[in-house]
């Protein structure tokens, strides 16, 4: 699967933003999604992910019910909503797709097949 992530840009501490990630070339449906995001001289983190059985979500702690995942398999988009932006959020935002990964593996970046090429988020102080 192809994936193009956007919606990434700059917003004020307690402000929102949407990420939108939109899939092509298979059918996505199979599809667990995540995203991850990285920041300037730090590793990859896990934000969140939806499980392709079911829907169920999983979140990174540090989101602390801020962020919300959504998967909308008739758009063959998935959705990263986040409010009460930090500037400790600041990073580059990616999505990431497998039809194959297990649960357990689903925080882990290594189990995801397909990422996008990332979206800037930007949260001033």
């Known amino acids: 699967v192809q994936l193009q992530a956007c919606g990434g840009g700059l917003a004020q501490a307690g402000g929102f933003l949407r990420l939108s990630c939109a899939a092509s070339?298979?059918?996505?449906?199979?599809?667990?999604m995540g995203w991850f995001r990285q920041a300037p001289g730090k590793e990859r983190e896990f934000v969140a992910a939806s499980w392709r059985g079911g829907g169920h979500t999983y979140y990174a702690d540090f989101v602390e019910g801020r962020f919300t995942i959504s998967k909308d398999n008739a758009k063959n988009t998935v959705y990263l909503q986040m409010s009460s932006l930090k500037p400790e959020d600041t990073a580059v935002y990616y999505c990431a797709g497998s039809s194959s990964l297990i649960l357990s593996m689903i925080r882990d970046s290594r189990a995801y097949r397909s990422w996008g090429q990332g979206t800037l988020v930007t949260v001033s102080s």
């Open positions: 070339g298979a059918s996505f449906r199979q599809y667990s």
